[in-house]
Nanobody, 126 residues
Framework: QVPLVESGGDSVQPGGSLRLSCRYS????????MGWFRQAPGKEREGVAT????????YYSDAVKGRFTISEDSARTTLYLQMNSLKPEDAAMYYC???????????????????WGQGTQVTVPS
């Protein structure tokens, strides 16, 4: 069973909105935090948003704060990333991630990730 499966990537005009989804198993939902990373061509993978359900905390990168919202369904089987006011610089492959170490949730780095999704492409033409 694949731990994380993303969907929702698409091409959207600047200023538009998109919602990404990530489905995961019950086992994965028990990990400390879930989050989203993105990687544009030629750039490093960067953290976008994280949710730590045990303390009901959410964290966002400065680049997306105020525009993106991370959430989880009540059954804790699906993670969402609502993206509003999209910009060309938001274009990237977006990855869902799960981290087992709760101390890493606030500043989640790629090396902290236990499980990765396969990625979903977001395109925002300039």
């Amino acid at each position: 069973q694949v731990p994380l499966v993303e969907s929702g990537g698409d091409s959207v005009q600047p200023g538009g909105s998109l919602r990404l989804s990530c489905r995961y198993s019950e086992y994965t939902s028990r990990l400390a935090c879930m989050g989203w990373f993105r990687q544009a061509p030629g750039k490093e993978r960067e953290g976008v948003a994280t949710i730590r359900p045990s303390i009901m905390s959410k964290y966002y990168s400065d680049a997306v704060k105020g525009r993106f919202t991370i959430s989880e369904d009540s059954a804790r089987t699906t993670l969402y990333l609502q993206m509003n006011s999209l910009k060309p610089e938001d274009a990237a492959m977006y990855y869902c991630a799960a981290v087992s170490d709760g101390s890493r949730c606030r500043a989640m780095m790629p090396r902290d990730v236990t499980f990765w999704g396969q990625g979903t492409q977001v395109t925002v033409p300039s």
